[in-house]
């Protein structure tokens, strides 16, 4: 079993890489690995894309990144391998990014990634540290996480869904704020699972072990 966390240049991969390691020793659920290389991108048996920084820039990386993106999609669309994508990583599995430009992204999960608009002009934005996940639609990426549990946000935008049944669970920031979407073999946290502490760490193995 291998994880690949694939590499486009597009954040800071230690961390995700060691939690993620670290998760797969102890439920047994193969190697994991920081790659550029499509060929291990197509043949790895879960994929995990993160991603900081702005969604055009992220996906213009993202398809520069020599064959990682045909790769990618060919992996997920045609052989169903589980996929999580974190923070910028979530954001481009919706149809349109409107981060500076509209930027189409993969039409995975139907929605529009726009800025956060708190109703308590108080707030600031970007929405930054921690904010207690709700549930919306059970999942098994859920096993052992509850309403109430904390999650690590640092971003500005957010995904609206078309379909509220893949909004898996959402935030409260004076308004809500999508948390994680799912469709099919096929996730996305709009936080740092690798920065969640316990909650985190058991999302990432919930994922590790997801046989959808």
Known sequence: MLTAIIDYESGNLHSAHKAFERMADEVGAGDVIVTADADVVAKADRLVLPGDGAFPACMAALKGSGGLYDAMVEAVEVKGRPFLGICVGMQLMATLGREYSDTPGLDWIGGEVTKITPADPSLKVPHMGWNDLVVDHPHAVFDGVSTGDHAYFVHSYHM????????????????????????GTMLGMQFHPEKSQATGLRLIANFLNWKP
């Open 160 to 183: 609206v869904v078309q379909d509220e049944t893949q909004r898996l669970a959402h935030v409260d920031y004076a308004g809500d704020v999508t948390a994680i979407i799912g469709r």
